[in-house]
């Protein structure tokens, strides 16, 4: 399994893939390197430093391992993060790599060296070397984060609207959060105000001379930024690609809805030897209707014959749910194509 994918996460978009895949391409590199490569390779100094302990002892202290098993669960936790939803907030990259570079300094790389300084005097030189190399990995770790940070999302192009990356547009004294249902902002003009309004109540976007103004059904908000025409076309992109993804879901619930209800009125049907039955969708039985002709039957027949007949009318329902279930997924997997 890939830890960060190739293509740009989350989007379906072709046109917003090939624009932004130089740009995923260069921070892809450094992510890997900031919160994957320079972590598991603290938590392997650390793992040598514990190896280290044992020269001259014939058994290694259980204890001298703790350092070691700290900075490699640190490293673990930093890409489970990552993978599982850190790759969806870019702003998150720098503080969780330096919490955890910083936390396998203070748990792994530097009670480990002071641990093997102990044990073995005689590999001082070694055990220094290996702490400046676990101190240089953490703060390189930190700058590539930031740098990963900064080449997907500094100087924002239109398509960054078309993803689920929070934008921050920062300037005269405003700083500018486009998320994916709301734009929220915080602003230092005669005192901080901390204002906010989601894109369903939103109406229009327009651009003046050193703000944009947020229209909605209640009001106007002004919002003062140091780009008018940029904040107003990422904004613009934001709203209609937030709008695709509501109607989108809308549709699919709309869907799911119809096929409950083709599954509910699900109705299967046997007749034999003047024995007929109906089940529902789960195969309950809901009529059996007996003719006239059924009255002279033995009644092991007649049991047998009835129970033909609630076999063959739960097999007809089941087919019924599967033609339905999978006329389903077909139209999804025609959508999804498309």
């Not at 748990?107 to 073995?120: C, D, H, M, T």
């Not at 509910?264 to 002709?293: C, K, M, Q, Y």
Request: proline share 5%.
């Amino acid at each position: 399994m890939t830890l960060i994918p190739r293509a740009i996460p989350a989007i379906n978009d072709p046109v917003v893939v090939h624009a932004l895949a130089a740009r995923w391409r260069r921070t892809r590199t450094l992510l890997l390197l900031s919160a994957g490569v320079l972590p598991v390779a603290i938590g392997i100094v650390c793992i040598v430093l514990a190896g280290m302990t044992s020269a001259g002892q014939q058994i290694m202290p259980w204890w001298s391992a703790i350092p070691a098993v700290a900075a490699a669960a640190c490293a673990c936790a930093l890409l489970s993060w990552l993978r599982r939803n850190g790759l969806s907030d870019p702003h998150s990259w720098l503080p969780a790599t330096t919490l955890m570079t910083s936390a396998q300094l203070v748990l792994g790389v530097l009670p480990g060296s002071g641990i093997a300084l102990r044990l073995s005097p005689g590999a001082a030189i070694a055990v220094k070397a290996l702490c400046a190399a676990g101190v240089l990995g953490a703060g390189s770790a930190s700058a590539l984060a930031r740098l990963a940070h900064r080449s997907l999302l500094s100087a924002p192009v239109l398509e960054l609207g078309s993803t689920a990356f929070p934008l921050v547009l920062a300037g005269n004294g405003t700083r500018l959060v486009i998320g994916t249902d709301r734009a929220d902002w915080t602003t230092r003009h005669g005192g901080r105000v901390d204002a906010g309004v989601s894109f369903a109540r939103v109406q229009r976007v327009t651009a003046h001379s050193h703000a944009i103004v947020l229209h909605t059904a209640s009001g106007s908000w002004t919002v003062p930024v140091s780009d008018p025409l940029t904040a107003q076309a990422l904004l613009r992109r934001r709203i209609a690609w937030w709008e695709e993804r509501r109607d989108a879901a809308e549709r699919e619930q709309r869907r799911y809805l119809d096929l409950v209800q083709s599954l509910a009125a699900v109705s299967g049907a046997a007749a034999r030897g003047g024995i007929s039955v109906t089940v529902d969708s789960n195969g309950l039985t809901t009529g059996i209707e007996l003719s006239p002709a059924v009255r002279d039957l033995d009644p092991q027949v007649l049991s047998a014959q009835l129970m033909a007949c609630v076999q063959k009318a739960r097999a007809d329902a089941r087919r019924q749910v599967q033609d339905l279930v999978l006329d389903h997924a077909d139209a999804e997997m025609s959508k999804a194509s498309h």
